[in-house]
Nanobody
């Protein structure tokens, strides 16, 4: 089992920045690919960004490419999501997820999930 705890969400004005953190415990963190998903009210959960176990491979949804950066620190068992140039449409609950093997887009292919952190972007 892997336990994931997100932090760093909050209220920010459009154009602002936030950094989300996800602290992992329970198993060897570097064995897992990590990702951030988000879910807005009335919408399905969607892939935002992912990073492979070593940190040298990253992938982004088109909607956040060029604005968000995912990174990880395997020594600290933590993955980050740096969010810049935030837009009101980025408002959602953001979830951290972990899986063994490579990165996948589909929600159902991820093994472990955090409880989520709310990000609200005001216009």
């Amino acid at each position: 089992q892997v336990q994931l705890v997100e932090s760093g969400g909050g209220l920010v004005q459009a154009g602002g920045s936030l950094r989300l953190s996800c602290a992992a415990s329970g198993r060897t963190f570097s064995n897992y690919a990590m990702a951030w998903f988000r879910q807005a009210p009335g919408k399905e959960r969607e892939f935002v960004a992912g990073i492979n176990w070593s940190g040298d491979g990253t992938y982004y949804a088109n909607s956040v490419k060029g604005r968000f950066i995912i990174s990880r620190d395997n020594a600290k068992n933590t993955v980050y999501l740096h969010m810049n140039s935030l837009k009101p449409e980025d408002t959602a609950v953001y979830y951290c997820a972990a899986r063994t093997g490579g990165l996948k887009w589909a929600v159902g292919t991820w093994d472990f999930w955090g409880q989520g952190t709310q990000v609200t972007v005001s216009s």
